[in-house]
């Protein structure tokens, strides 16, 4: 019984200590809130004059970098004013603006783009824009004056080769002189013919013989070869027609050395025969004369043993 009210009185007391146990542990802990709270507002306090110098500090160098960028942007703005002088400057002593260099630029590069990629024809070149260009003093630009000559030269160089769209196939009978008057309507355009057929005629890889295969004389073509006929412009026509005079000229100016040779080496065969001739006369008598002689001594010695006998 005694043990009973041991064990009870023991389980009260416990109860009863933990139940006043949180309290005395809040008691505690408002104590300690109340000690930071007062040390947290005098840090607080000196955080916010910290904080306060330093924007006081940053507002300044952020008015003096407003400053600056004012500044800056009002120096850029007369700069960029004395660009722009300086560039319609430039653009009145070509006799432009810069819009009027815009679209020569874009002219300008689609004329480059056709001549280098060999686009239509020369005659398309010219037109679209080259002629243009070379008129216009905005190619001495330093941005245009080195394409320029470039292009130029490029186009001279396309000009130079014959742009082939036609064919013709050689018949007996047939000359150059003869299919120039045919498909030019001059005889005096075969050289641009020649010029076109010397590497090699169109259908070269069907002939068997080699010399069948392009012309290397222009005097000798053959039945069976498909020539290339080009289109020629009018300074090709002159070149062309001045190619041909000067080689008839030159082949007449062969032909009569020619003669001179022929009449020369006939002359020089005809001295050689007649001195052989004479030298063969002039033998043929030495053996007649010797065989006289052999005979008129014969007979001497035949006579004298004749008159020994007697």
């Known amino acids: ?13 416990s109860l009863v200590f933990l ?22 507002e005098e840090t607080w306090q000196k955080q916010m004059d910290d904080y306060n110098n330093q924007k006081t500090q940053l ?30 400057a430039k653009y009145a002593a070509v006799g432009t603006t810069k819009d009027g260099v815009a679209d020569f630029r874009k002219k300008f590069n689609e004329t ?26 905005l190619r001495c630009l330093p941005e245009f ?6 292009m130029k030269k490029k186009l001279a160089d396309w000009e130079k080769v014959p742009e082939v769209t036609g064919t013709y196939t050689v018949v007996k009978g047939d000359c ?38 392009k012309i290397t004389n222009p005097n000798l073509i ?21 190619k041909a005079k000067k080689y008839r000229h030159h082949r007449k100016k062969k032909d009569e050395t020619g003669k001179d040779v022929k009449k020369d080496d006939t002359k020089k065969k005809d001295d050689t025969k007649k001195k052989d001739d004479t030298k063969k006369k002039d033998d043929t008598k030495k053996k007649d004369d010797t065989k006289k002689k052999d005979d008129t001594k014969k007979k001497d010695d035949t006579k004298k043993k004749d008159d020994v006998k007697k």
């Open 222 to 242: 053959y039945p069976g070869q498909v020539l290339k006929i080009p289109v020629l412009t009018d300074a090709q026509k002159k070149e062309a027609e001045m």
């Open 145 to 150: 004056a080195d394409d320029y000559a470039s």
């Open 112 to 137: 480059k783009a056709k001549i280098n990629g060999k686009t239509g024809t020369p005659a398309d070149a010219h037109t679209s824009y080259f002629d243009e260009i070379s008129k216009s003093k």
């Open 1 to 13: 019984m005694k043990l009973h009210k041991l064990i009870l009185f023991a389980v009260c007391f």
């Open 59 to 88: 507002t300044s160098k952020l008015t003096d970098l407003g400053k600056d960028i004012d500044g800056l942007k009002a120096s850029l703005a007369d700069k960029e004013k004395a660009g722009k002088d300086c560039e319609d």
């Open 176 to 213: 150059l002189w003869k299919i120039s008057k045919m498909k030019y309507n001059s005889p005096y355009f075969w050289p641009a013919i020649w010029d076109a057929n010397k590497a090699g005629v169109v259908n070269a890889k069907d002939l068997k013989h080699k010399s069948h295969q």
């Open 19 to 40: 139940a006043k146990a949180p309290l005395f542990a809040q008691d505690d802990d408002d104590e300690t809130n109340t000690q930071m709270e007062e040390m947290d």
